[in-house]
């Protein structure tokens, strides 16, 4: 039980040092959103008895899955392959971290600013 317990702590801090580090996209940040209303809704509906919220929360549930396909990410396979081109190195994806791997779009895209103005 507090090996279990310890465990957690250390991977919510880990998570809080990914979040800290790389953030939420926007688009994720919409979806909680979406999320957060439905709940909204859905205990309004409940506390106020009130079934007439049912077509804001379908309206709502169509939105958050309109939200969902735009989220697909990018594939890993295709970043990395721009990551190589783009830097002229292989990466081992058994080797390299998240942070190696994010740093390495980092300076790929400051590569790109700066021969974009001049």
Do not use: H
Not at 62 to 91: N, P
Not at 96 to 111: D, G, H, I
């Amino acid at each position: 039980m507090i090996k279990q317990y310890a465990l957690s702590i250390v991977w919510r801090k880990l998570m809080d040092e990914y979040i800290e580090r790389f953030g939420f996209s926007e688009n994720f940040l919409e979806i909680v959103r979406k999320q957060k209303e439905i709940l909204n809704l859905k205990v309004k509906r409940i506390v106020e008895s009130d079934r007439s919220v049912n077509a804001f929360i379908k309206i709502s549930e169509q939105e958050l899955s309109e939200l969902q396909q735009q989220d697909k990410g990018g594939d890993f396979w295709q970043s990395k392959a721009y990551i190589e081109k783009g830097m002229g190195i292989r990466i081992n994806p058994m080797e390299c971290s998240v942070a190696e791997f994010y740093s390495y779009f980092t300076v790929l895209k400051q590569k790109r600013i700066v021969n974009d103005n001049g």
